[in-house]
């Protein structure tokens, strides 16, 4: 990754020395796990001081949260667009996987950090994060619940449906690399067929 992919992963983050950390942070968490890490380890990558890590977040635990909120507003954001159309149930869901699915491969480093260190966050930390990933999950419920009213799709449980739709997504980031053969947009729209057979949708 370089600092160029650092400014459009995280736009919003200033300045550029803040998203140049968040960058080092992901490589390393990525590489070593969370636990493993150390200051010095992200500030070295990031070629900096260690000192220079605490002018911009307070801790280790402080980087990973920021990392983590960043991807999952981001994943949320996406699926909001889509559940919020006025598309059939069916077509809504195709969009949300493809694109969930896409993010996950295209972004699979930061993914793999943002979705896999999850417990490694302290736990006022840990309930942000859980909050967005609730919302991920009941707009997704939502469009599967939409779906079986509309006789699209039919499952025995909407909430098993709905998690089971986002594992498949979210462990895309543990196994995907550029070595896979597939691009992430193709990846996406296959996952989707996937998921809508899976869901009973009707041809």
């Not at 605490?54 to 990973?64: N, R």
């Not at 979210?170 to 896979?180: F, G, I, M, Q």
């Amino acid at each position: 990754m370089t600092i160029s992919l650092s400014a459009e992963l995280w736009p919003e983050v200033q300045p550029d020395a803040a998203r140049r950390l968040m960058l080092a942070g992901v490589e390393s968490f990525a590489r070593r796990g969370y636990h493993a890490t150390t200051t010095r380890d992200i500030a070295s990558a990031a070629g900096m001081s260690p000192a220079a890590l605490y002018v911009h977040f307070p801790s280790k635990a402080a980087l990973l949260f920021a990392i983590s909120k960043s991807g999952h507003q981001q994943t949320l954001d996406l699926v909001e667009d889509v559940a919020k159309r006025a598309d059939e149930p069916r077509e809504r869901m195709r969009r949300i996987v493809a694109d969930f699915v896409a993010w996950h491969a295209r972004r699979h480093t930061v993914a793999r950090v943002v979705q896999y260190e999850l417990q490694a966050l302290p736990e006022q930390e840990y309930q942000v994060v859980a909050d967005l990933r609730r919302r991920i999950e009941h707009l997704v419920r939502g469009v599967i619940e939409d779906g079986v009213a509309q006789g699209q799709f039919v499952v025995a449980d909407v909430k098993t449906a709905a998690r089971a739709v986002l594992s498949l997504g979210v462990d895309v980031a543990r196994w995907y690399s550029e070595r896979t053969g597939k691009t992430p947009k193709a990846l996406g729209r296959e996952y989707a067929d996937l998921t809508l057979r899976m869901l009973g949708a009707q041809p």
